[in-house]
Every structure is written in C-alpha cells, then in structure tokens.
C-alpha cells in the first residue's frame, strides 16, 4: 500500500474500496444462487408431487430423478471450478 501511496495518495482508498466491492458482490452472488437452488429444489419436489397424485409415478420418478442429479451435477461442477 506505501507505493500506492506514492503515486496517489487517495489510491490506497480507492484499492480496499474496490475489493470490498468485489467480495460484496461474490457474496451476493453466492446468495442468490442459493435461493435460486433451493426455489429448484422445491418445484422439483412439488412437480414430484403433483404427478404423485394426478397418477403418473413413472414420470414423477423420472422428474425427481433427473431434477436431484441436475442439482446435484451443478453443485459439483461449481465446486470443482471454483479455484479461487
């Protein structure tokens, strides 16, 4: 940071500014991402559901199978491609 300061003096501001900023918005990120996973989740369940009872099993199986292996394949390559 002492040779920010000697460029600029108001660079080393403007520097934590932009990382807080960044990690403001990978934090943002992360959340809606969550919400967005968990609002999946529940209409994977709930077509599950509706099927269940409208009497189509076989499809409903198939929804909830492909919709848990889709969440679940997302989760990994998230994991895995996040190396930072």
Do not use: C, W
């Not at 990978?26 to 559901?49: D, P």
């Amino acid at each position: 940071m002492a040779q920010y300061s000697k460029v600029d003096t108001s660079l080393p501001t403007l520097v934590v500014k932009a990382r807080a900023d960044e990690l403001h918005r990978e934090f943002v990120y992360a959340v809606v991402s969550l919400i967005a996973g968990v609002i999946a989740f529940l209409s994977i369940v709930g077509g599950y559901v509706f099927l269940v009872l409208h009497g189509f099993p076989k499809s409903a199986a198939g929804l909830l199978a492909t919709g848990v292996l889709s969440l679940i394949g997302g989760f990994i390559r998230n994991r895995l491609g996040s190396g930072s």
